[in-house]
Nanobody
């Protein structure tokens, strides 16, 4: 199983970006999907999460500006980021809990490789 994140880049303050993360490989079902970020010199933090039924959770710092969504048919999670601020600059990582086989109820945790978002004028 692999998670492939994309969509990062350089954007001016106040701008928008949409990140995507595609899960591929031997997948039976995908449960929670999340976006984390890690800024230089800081610890990795949870930005947003979405469960398979669609429950949402956001960090206080991004509420009202970021939207997480998923397309289960495409095994993809998105992060729409609006009103970006310089403090949003970080490497963004996707994360997912995945059942690999129908006869195995264990949910394996996988990480994507990270995509850099830089907010600067």
């Amino acid at each position: 199983v692999q998670l492939q994140a994309s969509g990062g880049g350089l954007v001016q303050p106040g701008g928008s970006l949409t990140l995507s993360c595609l899960a591929s490989g031997s997948i039976f079902s995908i449960h929670a999907m999340r976006w984390y970020r890690q800024a230089p010199g800081k610890q990795r933090e949870l930005v947003a999460a979405i469960t398979s039924p669609g429950s949402l959770n956001y960090a206080d710092s991004v509420k009202g500006r970021f939207t997480i969504s998923r397309d289960n048919a495409k095994n993809t999670v998105y992060l729409q980021m609006n009103s970006l601020k310089p403090e949003d600059t970080a490497v963004y990582y996707c994360n997912a809990d995945i059942r690999r086989y129908s006869d195995d109820t264990y949910r394996y945790e996988y990480w994507g490789q990270g995509t850099l978002v830089t907010v600067s004028s």
